[in-house]
Each structure stands twice: as structure tokens, then as C-alpha cells.
């Protein structure tokens, strides 16, 4: 393993040192003390662990495609934005904007994200062990979100074919969002995934696998209907 | 027996267009869609009303033949690595493939490339075709995000962050469902046939703070290699200009009012934004305010017609200008040609602006694989490639009638106003008084 000490560096000399380790076949890197420094592991395409020692700031981890990437601190805003694959952790909270456009991979929150989470989510995983903020999952397209704790205002409006589980309470359903009665096969992959990804959070039991809800679309918004007038004055 | 026009008396106010507006929406019952750009009459100051003043005996002309008048552009001088030259400073703007067809995007790629010029992806990611084509591809990263793909964006040349588009600033885009279809409706990860509407806002930054930390990771995922552009719809054109510089742009892109669209509201395009001439004074103005132009490079879209108003936007600060629809002109755009299929559309050659409906006559802003094997991709190819050797030469011959060896030499004062809102707008001269009546916000009067 290689450690990296990101004291008195700038962003660039820490994502520039993070790219020579990889080129040299470093596998495992632990950046200590990030002191929430923005855009820190951007767009890294190869399977390695970066480990983040500390609090991250915007859009680390944004844009990646293969790494495993452990956050053991807080992370700002746009966590994880528009990655493709590979798995990205924060241990505390995560700022607006978590997994935003993620197009594959998984995301994990363990504590809670704030507001925007999943905002037009294309594919990928993402899951967060608290509560989430308001307009969660916006415009998702494809994928699945799980949020254990509850939801703030507007929970997953105008959504395509995206997925959401809410083991807790949703503050307000979006726009065309409708509840589901999850499945057998749904209950499964709960239970397979957050003790997989959230042990502790299935251990404790705070949201019982049985009662999560199901959020899908209702997919009035899909297509114009004139005729549908009351849900098309709000979205228009 | 009396004339009609004795008896008929049309109001004023419930014109014949107003009462047709009121009954399709009765019929509709939602804004209106369309696509192609504002169809109003210009009653607004335009490039048209600046007239150059050549060499006479105050200053000499360039020769045609001998002495040359370089076109040779270079963006992204800022921060970037490697900044994008190009052989002339017009370029292929981003449109969309879904908006448009294949053989109109490769086709575009093509032609620009020939020339040296450049072309831009668009909302829905790149196309690989288009990638193969172009020396100099911009890879646009929009709100929606459609088909952003890290890989995709390491191959570009230059990053275009878009904010808003001229034809419909503070609006997401729309792309309706019959233009959603297979690998359109993949790429986009969207399903088959929706009417898609995408987010007028950015996922994860909201104002210019965060775009500055945005900035910086396109730089970080691209190794500061490439150009990063900011492209914005005119309205607040002073201060917002001013904000992408201080956010880092390298390039900024300020597309007008008179700006194409695949597919906007109708209302958006007629009464949002600002034109395109007003657009370019109030940009230059705001990086010199911030002592920055020369340094921070300024792309003009939204309306650019032909070599004369780009050396027009030229003299009055762009370094480029982006074409679109004048590009989907050279592919053959309202050509009278499959006029059958116009009529279908309830329109005709020339007044055709219907490439919201995915039923183009002639094969560029549509998904139907009949419609788009009428556009040959090598002719088309050619036509593209001649209108941009074409422009180029008619901003070259008005440089070097002016004395320039360079094209982007122009300047202000190779311009005189032809009526006062122009004088007022530019802070030109008008024609015949050697005075300037007015200038914009930030203007200050030449030495
Ligand atoms: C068919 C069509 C599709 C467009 N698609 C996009 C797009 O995907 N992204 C974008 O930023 N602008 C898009 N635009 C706007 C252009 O990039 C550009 O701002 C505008 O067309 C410039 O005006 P002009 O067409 O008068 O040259 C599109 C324009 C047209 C005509
Ligand atoms: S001819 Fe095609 S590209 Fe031109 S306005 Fe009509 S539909 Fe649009």
C-alpha cells in the first residue's frame, strides 16, 4: 500500500501523484489528511483502492470508472458525479448532489446525503443508510436507489425506469411518483445488498427489510396527454 | 362591387397569426414546441445595420493574391495544454445526435474537418463516427448529461460546459418522441418513444461558486490538457460573461437570441434572450472590464449567416463564431428539393421549421432511416466544407479591404453605425457624424 500526504499539496499534485502510483502498478493508496480538498480522484478508469483518510470536498471520486474508493470522513457536493463503474463509500454524510448522473457502479452513504441525491441517475447503485434531503432521485433514468432512513420533499419526481426503496418515511412523492408493493424478488435484493454494502444498518433493524416502499414512475409524464391537466399543471 | 380590403378590417391586436396561436393551443393545451429559431421579423438592430469603412487613403489595403490575411484561430490560450488551432474561425456549434441524424452529424465532422475547422458533440453524447472524422472535436457536457461518458470526454479536444443555449436560455431541451428511438433512446438511457425533456439545471453545481470547483474537475479528468469553454444563452451577458471568466473558462461561448434549436417552446425562442449583436458588445466589454480579452477567448453564435456577419462579430470582439443552422443550410435545409414531403409537413421549401416533428424532407433532423439516406454523408460533406471556405474568404477580402493581415485584426473602429440604435448598442459611430451615441454596459470610449 502507498500513502499519499496530501498536507500542503495542491489538488493537482495529489490527483497527479494518485496517477503516477497507479502507472507504476500501486494497486492500494491511502491519501491522509485530505482536509476536504475538492476534485480529489477524478476520472480514475483503473480497478485500485484509494482509501480518503478524512473529510473529501466536491466531486471526489467524480466521473470513475473501475476504483473502490473508501471516504472515512464526510463528502461535499456532487459525490461520485456521472461515474460509470466500481464502488465509491463515504463512512459520513455526503453534500448535494450525490451520484448525480451516475451512468454505473454503487454508491454508499452510510450516514445521511443531502438534497439532490441521485439527480438524473442513468444506471448504477446507490444506497444510503440514513435519511436523504429533498427532490431525491430528480429525473432518474435507470438504476436503483435505497435510501433506509426517510426522504425529504418531492422524493423521486418525473423519474423514468429508475428504482427507489425508502425503508423510512417519504416527506412528499414527487411528481408522477407512485408506490409499489415490492416484490418477492425485490425483498431478496434488498436483503442481498445492504448486507452486502450497510451490515450494520440491516443488523440493527431500524427499517425492517418488510417494510420498505417501493417507489417506481407512473409514467403519465412520459408522454403529453392534454386530457392528463392536472398532473401536467404542475410540470410543465 | 367594393374591394374586400374596404370592408375587412384586421385588429391590431387579435392579428390573423394571434387568433391561429390561440386556437392551436386550444386544441394542444400546452405551450407550442418547435424547432429552427425565432421566425420574427427583425425589428431589432442587427449586424445589418454596421457597414464597414475600407481603406481609403487614411490607411492601405491588403492585394488579393500576394499579401495574406491569416484566418488561423487559436482558442483555449488560458489554462490549457494544448489549445485547439484551427485553420479558420468558424466552427460547427454542438447540436445533438437524436436531434439530428447521422449522416447529418458525420456529415457536419466531415466537412468541417476538410476545412480545418471543428464540431461539437451535443446533448446525448458523443458519437463515435463523428469522433473518427474530426481532428478537432468539442465534447459538450450539458445538464442533462445524456450519455456523458468519462472515456468520451478524454478523447476531445475541448470541453464545452453548457449553461444555456441562445434560442431557449433558463430551459432544459426537448427531444420529442419521435425522434427517441433505438440506439437515440440508448445512448441517452432513456426509454423507447418518450417525449424528453431534460433538466435546465446542472446535477451537481447550481451557481457561478460551484462552477468554479466544476471547472476544475473537467481540468483534473482531462489533465489540464484541453481548452474549457462555457457556453451561455444572452441575457445578463455583462455580469454573466464576467462570472465564467472569473470561474476560469479558457472560452466562452455567448449564443444570441436569433440562436437554433432542435426543439424548444415556441414562446422562448420569440421572447427570451438576448440579440446576438448586443450579445457580442456586452461580452467583449466585460473582459476588458476584467482585463481579460485577448486572454480569455469569446466564441459568438445565434443567427451567423454568412462570412459577413462573422467578421462583423469578429471586429467587434469574437475571436470565432459557431454556425448551426447555416451549417444545416449547406446540408440542404429547406432546399426545394422532396417538396411532396414539405407539403405533408403543412409547409414549404424556405419557410420550413419543423425539425421537432423528426419528419425532415431531406434527411438531417430526423431518426427515419428512409428520410436520412437522402443525405449523402461525402456530398453533403463537400457543401459543408465549401460554405466555410466561402465564409472565411468573405471575412478575408472585408480584412484585408480594411488593411488586416490577420483576420482577427478586425476591429470596432472598421465599423460605423447605419442607424442610432446600432450607434447606441455598439458604441459605433453613426455614419455621417463621427459620433458614438450611446454603448453598452461596461462600454468605454476607444483612445
Ligand atoms: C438542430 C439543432 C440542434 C441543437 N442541439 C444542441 C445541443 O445539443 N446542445 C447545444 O448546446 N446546443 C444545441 N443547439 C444550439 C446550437 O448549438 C447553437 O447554439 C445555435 O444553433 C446557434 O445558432 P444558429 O443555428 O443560428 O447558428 C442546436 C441547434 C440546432 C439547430
Ligand atoms: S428542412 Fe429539415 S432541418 Fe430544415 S427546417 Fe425543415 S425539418 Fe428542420
Known sequence: MADIICDGKTTRDINAEIKRLIANGETDICMRNPVARHNLGVAILQSVKLTFDGSVGYYCAGMVDGPTVEIKGSAGWGLAESMMGGTVTVEGNAGNGAAASIRGGTVVV??????????????????????????????????????????????ADSMYEAVCFVGGNIAELGNDAIIEQPTAEDLTFLESTLSQHLPSRVGNSQAPIRNFKKVVSGRKLWNFDKDERSVWREAL | MPDKSDYLRTSGTFTPDIIEDIQVKAELGRYRIRGFGTLRERRWATFDDLTFIPCTLTRIPLEGYRERCSPKTLLGTRFAEKPIELEVPIMITGMSWGALSYNAKVALAKGANIVGSSNTTGDGGMLMAEREHSRTLIYEVLPSRYGIDVHHLQMADGIELTIGQGAKPGTGGLLLGSKVLDTVAEQRDLPLGVD?????????????DDMIIKIEELREATDWQVPIFVKMGATRVFDDVKLAAKAGADVIVVDGMEGGTGASAEICQEHTGVPTLAAVCEARAALEDLGLYGEVQLIIAGGIRHGVDAAKAMALGADAVYIGTAGLMALNCNKPIHVEDYHELGTEPYHCHHCHTGRCPVGITTQDPDLMKRLDIDEAAERVANLLQAMTSEIQILARACGKAD?????????????????????????????VFGGGPGWKERE
Open chain 1, 110 to 155: 452510510h450516514s445521511d446525503a443531502a438534497s439532490r441525491l441521485g439527480v438524473s441517475m442513468k444506471g448504477g447503485l446507490i444506497i444510503v443508510g440514513g435519511n436523504c434531503g429533498y427532490m431525491a432521485g430528480f429525473m432518474a433514468q435507470r438504476g436503483t436507489m435505497i435510501v433506509c432512513g426517510d426522504t425529504g420533499e418531492a422524493f
Open chain 2, 196 to 208: 424528453q425533456r431534460s433538466p435546465a439545471r446542472h446535477p451537481d453545481f447550481l451557481g457561478p
Open chain 2, 407 to 435: 483576420v482577427h485584426d478586425l476591429d470596432p473602429e472598421d465599423l460605423r453605425a447605419l442607424n442610432l440604435e446600432a450607434s447606441m448598442i455598439c458604441g459605433i459611430p453613426l455614419v455621417g457624424t463621427n459620433r
